[in-house]
């Protein structure tokens, strides 16, 4: 059994801190001493290498939090070594078919059930491969891809759905209450939890919790509470 999972489907509250631009291990320490449960370091929306991504998730993983890895959009040849380094969760933009779905869950297992390189197949059973829905065609297909072997996680991307809508932002939206419905549905059905990300407003989220969305929240990125944190200083100065 997986923890983080059975977590999750206990429905405990569980935050997750999303890392652009830090590159050395204080962001995961601040992330712990905060009371994060998860990270999330976000390759698709950074220039971070794979080795600074995988020493992220080392020492998260040392610290007691739960390390994921937001990858490149196709980028599966990265998948093994992230995994054999310290990432424990992978994270895959923009997925639309049960096809793509199956081509990132075996390269995130072992064999017979994927193609990840022996190292340690044990380690199967602790690894979460979270697929990112954000498109209507992903919606669309929101069944079959939640039916694939491998695949644990699903999570709706709010933002780039939007933007697909071309609404951007306006997560109150009725064709977004419907996507998470659908998605949230197909999740049940097989067995796996949905996350809803993009959404920066608690209240709304807790909103979609009757839909069936699990209780991981994604709180900010490092970039944005860095900004926050240096705009409210400086305004303090001002005074």
């Known amino acids: 059994m997986n923890a983080f999972l059975d977590r999750l489907r206990a429905g405990e509250p569980t ?15 601040i992330a712990k001493s905060t009371g994060h449960h998860a990270i999330m370091v976000d390759l698709e929306h950074s220039t971070m290498p794979l080795e600074v991504a995988a020493s992220l998730c080392a020492t998260a993983s040392d610290l007691g939090l739960f390390p994921f890895v937001r990858v490149r959009e196709r980028e ?50 602790a690894t979460v491969v979270q697929i990112l829905i954000e498109t209507p065609a992903g919606v669309a297909h929101a069944d079959e891809i939640a039916a694939v072997d ?22 109150g939206d009725q064709r977004v209450t419907e996507a998470i419905a659908a998605l949230a549905e197909a999740g049940q059905r097989h067995g796996k939890p949905l996350m809803v990300g993009g959404i920066p407003d608690p209240a709304r989220l807790r909103d979609l919790d009757s839909l069936g969305v699990c209780p991981l929240r994604l709180t900010g990125t490092d970039t944005d509470m860095l900004y926050a944190g240096a705009a409210a200083r400086a305004e303090r100065f001002l005074r």
């Open 76 to 125: 599966y040849g990265a998948l093994g070594p992230l995994l054999d380094c310290g990432a424990q969760g992978i994270i895959a933009p923009r997925v639309e078919t049960a096809a793509e779905a199956a081509t990132i869950a075996r390269a995130c297992r072992f064999a017979p059930r994927g193609q990840r390189s022996q190292v340690a197949a044990a380690l199967d059973d």
């Open 150 to 171: 491998g695949v644990d996680m699903l999570a709706f991307g709010a933002n780039d759905f939007t933007a697909e809508l071309g609404v951007p932002r306006q997560y």
């Open 15 to 29: 935050l997750m801190l999303a890392i652009r631009s830090s590159r050395t291990a204080d962001v995961v320490r």
